[in-house]
């Protein structure tokens, strides 16, 4: 039978997550929007309370956690501000591809000083550059080869921590003109010259910061390279077929955080002498909302249930993060609509998850992208699928039923 419950141990996690959510972020979230900085001491509280580097094997040193754990962490981290949350989980992003493709001797020697010591360390995933984003594979970064060592060129952008990480990964073109077939994938030590470019300025999930990152002539050794040259790209796709769900899982979290603060101002309003939720055009709305944050979280824990079974996620995540995000778009827009004026003032909060809620849509993949890698997903379903309806599509052979 199929089992919808969380084992205890599942829901101590997701209790504990959300009691530090609650605790510690929620009434910083406001704070934090103003400050357009990384909150590091929030960061420091979530990586003692073992909510950082997930994946990383015990053997590593880090926690083994699954990924159906990370969309119990992340939703809760999430429900307290997408900004913060998207700081404390982007380790998850720049270390999944090492733990993909990295041999655990490596993951020992580079990962496991950042994920064991008393203070929180970071990393960055260094995939975009500025006329590389959803196309991926037009990588401009080089690596080449020089006896024992690699020496990378290039400007990565939007790198989420990258001020202040200490480890980078970077993916790189080795073959210029290849495509994805010449892409390979390095681990970046800060010290080995990696330079910090322009901070972004954005409009919303201002507690977590993206910049450029420059490599100029940055020579690391050759057991920096993660996997083979030339899985580059797929090592990337694989990374974020598993990293989706960690986005979708906060943007679940903004989705149940806006049905709650909206049904809460709802049930309190009073309007023409009764609370503004006795009109159906309020409740509908709040019960619309519900059903968003109920689909959100199950699409996500079960893409996520998916890959840790290990079946290949890319259909189910890439739905995930798509709906969890539309929907934390659209409950953030309802839940300031609720709101009325006080929606649209800086002090109760909504307006900061609704700019947050707008970045969940655009990165680990546009929600456009989504939708491609979505229909090439079905494309080659559909091609194996027997429906059993025999109607010829072209028109030809239908059959007649008018006799
Ligand atoms: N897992 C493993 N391998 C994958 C894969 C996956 N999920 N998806 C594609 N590949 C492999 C393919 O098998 C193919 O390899 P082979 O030729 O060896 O078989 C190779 O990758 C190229 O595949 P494809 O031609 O389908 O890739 P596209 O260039 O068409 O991919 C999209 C297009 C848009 C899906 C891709 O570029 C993408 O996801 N872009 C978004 C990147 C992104 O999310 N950026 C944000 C970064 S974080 S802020």
Redesign the pocket.
């Known amino acids: 039978m199929v089992d919808y419950s969380l084992s205890p141990s599942e829901q101590e996690l997701y209790v504990r997550a959300m009691e530090f959510a609650r605790k510690e972020i929620v009434p910083r979230a406001i704070e934090l929007d103003i400050a357009n900085e990384i909150p590091i001491d929030i960061c420091q509280k979530a990586y003692k309370a073992g909510f950082m580097n997930l994946h990383i094997p015990k053997e590593a040193g880090g926690p083994g956690k699954s990924l159906f754990e990370e969309t119990l962490i992340y939703e809760a981290i999430g429900y307290g501000d997408a900004g913060t949350a998207t700081s404390i989980n982007v380790n998850n992003l720049a270390f999944a591809p090492l733990v993909i493709g990295a041999t655990i001797e490596q993951l020992q020697k580079y990962v496991q000083p950042l994920v064991t010591g008393e203070k929180v360390k970071f990393g960055a995933?260094c995939?975009?550059e500025r006329d590389a984003?959803?196309?991926?594979?037009a990588t401009k970064t080089t690596a080449v080869k020089e006896g024992d060592e690699w020496v990378l060129n290039g400007t990565k952008c939007?790198s989420t921590n990258a001020p202040v990480a200490d480890l980078f990964t970077v993916f790189a073109q080795t073959e210029p003109g290849s495509g994805?077939k010449g892409m390979a994938v390095f681990m970046v030590p800060k010290d080995a010259g990696v330079e910090i470019g322009h901070i972004e300025n954005k409009i919303g999930q201002k507690a977590s910061q993206q910049s450029e990152v420059f490599l100029k002539n940055v020579y690391v050794p050759e057991d920096c390279l993660v996997g083979e040259v030339g899985k580059g790209?797929?090592i990337a796709?694989?990374t974020?077929?598993k990293t989706r769900t960690g986005i979708a899982s906060i943007a679940t979290g903004v989705c149940q955080r806006a049905v709650d603060e909206a049904t809460k101002f709802a049930l309190k309003r009073v309007q023409f002498g009764k609370p503004i939720f006795n009109n159906q055009g309020i409740s509908f709305m709040l019960a619309d909302m519900a059903a968003r944050a109920q689909n959100a979280r199950l699409s996500t824990r079960y893409a996520a249930w998916l890959a840790d079974h290990g079946e290949k996620s890319?259909f189910d995540s890439a739905i995930a993060k798509l709906v969890a995000s539309d929907w934390a778009m659209q409950n953030t827009t309802d839940a300031i609509q609720i709101f009325g004026g006080y929606g649209y003032a800086v002090e109760y909060g909504i307006g900061t998850m609704f700019r947050g809620a707008k970045l969940l849509q655009i990165?680990?993949?546009t929600n456009q992208?989504q939708r491609?890698?979505i229909a090439?997903e079905l494309k080659k379903k559909v091609k194996t699928l027997d429906t059993g309806f025999k109607l010829n599509y072209a028109g030809v052979d239908a059959p007649d039923h008018t006799s």
């Not at 984003?133 to 594979?137: F, L, P, Q, T």
């Open positions: 995933f995939l975009t984003g959803s196309d991926a594979s939007w994805y790209f797929h796709m694989m974020l077929d890319s990165y680990e993949g992208v491609i890698v090439n």
